[in-house]
Structures are given as C-alpha cells and as structure tokens.
C-alpha cells in the first residue's frame, strides 16, 4: 500500500512516516510541507530517524494525493479542507487526524467521503475509543442528578481547546442521554456564574509542559464521584492508530468512518 504522510517534517509526520516503513505491506511514497518551509526537499528517511529513503519533502499536497493510495493528515485545521478536496478529486483514502475544523473544512470532509474512504478521529488511541464507548453506556445508565465534567489536559503548543477528544467525549455523554451536545456545553466559565445547571455536559481545559494527552469524564452526584480517565504518554499510540486505519481503508468503499470502525467497535 502507497502512503503518502502530509506535514512529513511535524513531530507527530517524522513518527507516523517511521511507523508506516516499519509496517509490512506499506510503502512510504512521498510527504509533503508547506510551500517555502525549511524542510522541503529534505530526505524523508533521514526526517524520520531513519536510512536515506532518496524521497524528498515537497510542496506539493496534489502530487502527493495523486500518487499515494491513502495520504495521512495531522496538521492544522486550516489545511484540511484543501487536504478533503484533494482526497476527493483523486478518489485517495484520507486518514485525518486533525481536530478544530470549522463548519466549511467538515463539509469539504464529508463531501469527499463519496469518493474516498476518509476515516476522521479526534483520536487514533485504542484506548480512548473504549473510553467513548463507556462515556456513551455510563452517561446512558446514570441520571441528570450525575453532574458531567469533562477535564483535559495537553501540552503547552496545543492550538485548539476544548481538545478534539474532549468534544468527542462531550458527545458520547450526550449521545448516552439522548441529547444534544451544543444545547447542554458549557465551556466558558468566568466570574460570578451562579449555580450549575442541572443536565449541562461541563468543559475544563489545562495546558502546560510536555503533556501528550490525559481526559477525565467526571460523574459527580451527592455522595459519590465516578471517573474515567485515559492518560496517553507517547504519541506512538496514535501513530499506530493511524496506520492501522491507513490499511484497514484500502479495503473499504467511499464513506466517512471512525476509528471505531477500524476497530470493529461500532
């Protein structure tokens, strides 16, 4: 299989270029960077850590998704949109990553999914899908009188908050109690509030240091506390994650579909 890794020179580009050589039956094709960045025309075999590949970085994301089979997407919100229309126009499967989309960049997202197999995750960690299923169940079994708090915590260069993962975790809890999200989030909380409101799905962001990842979804009733966490240490969960999904489309028809998915979850 043909990949293709956009952002090739990112932290999170260098280790899912380093995984997809290192994964059987998958060819690393090509990366790209944003035109004038400093690591274009660089080997991408010595960008991942690893032997001269004799590809380069380039600058060119429709030469990429012509090429690859399927084409991976960590970067930022304002590239994905381009990135879906280009997985559109060649029929390319996207692997995306990438959280923070704003209304336009998710329809690009779900236009192109009639073309292309597209798998979009706020989260690529086994580990934090179980955690949406559970959120889902929990919140489904425990009444309003369970206030939720969803707490994330992520390092100092994160962009977006509340994180991706965050508002996946929001949405399972809504889904559990048959409502909808943006009717009962409540984000912002400054000054004098007043009291909570009974059924809100509450948002605490932290940020700091090198912090790859940790959720908590809080249950808090009169007399009891019931928590769910994930705590990621290394990125390589997600890496993985995303390769995995990266093999797993090569066999699936045009569509949108979750990590869940992948993981025969749904």
Not at 105 to 122: L, M, W
Not at 206 to 234: P, Q
Not at 235 to 264: C, E, H, I, N
Request: net charge negative; glycine share 14%; with cysteine.
């Amino acid at each position: 299989m043909k990949i293709g890794i956009v952002g090739c020179a990112g932290r999170m580009g260098r280790m899912l270029m380093a995984e997809t050589v290192a994964t059987a039956g998958c060819e690393l094709v090509g990366g790209t960077e944003r035109a004038g960045g400093d690591f274009v025309g660089h080997d991408l075999g010595v960008l991942a850590g690893l032997e001269p590949l004799g590809i380069t970085a380039t600058d060119d994301p429709a030469a990429l998704f012509d090429a690859a089979d399927v084409v991976i997407d960590f970067t930022v919100a304002a590239t994905a949109q381009g990135h879906a229309d280009l997985a559109g126009r060649y029929g390319t499967a996207l692997i995306l990553g990438t959280t923070g989309l704003d209304t336009a960049a998710q329809e690009a997202v779900e236009q192109a999914s009639r073309r292309a197999a597209i798998v979009q995750a706020a989260n690529f960690s086994l580990g934090v899908n179980l955690l949406l299923g559970l959120t889902e169940r929990v919140a489904g079994i425990l009444g309003d009188d369970y206030d939720i708090e969803i707490v994330e915590m992520h390092h100092r260069h994160k962009v977006d908050a509340p994180s991706g993962t965050a508002l996946a975790l929001g949405r399972a809890a809504a889904a559990g109690r048959g409502v909808d999200l943006d009717a009962v989030s409540d984000r912002v909380r400054d000054g004098h509030t007043g009291a909570r409101r009974k059924g809100d799905i509450g948002f605490a962001t932290l940020r700091g240091g090198d912090v790859v990842g940790d959720h908590t979804v809080l249950f808090a009733a009169d007399g009891e506390r019931i928590e769910l966490t994930h705590k990621a240490t290394s990125r390589a969960v997600f890496v993985k994650g995303a390769v995995r999904s990266a093999v797993w489309s090569s066999w699936q028809p045009p569509g949108l579909y979750s990590l869940r998915d992948v993981l025969g979850l749904s």
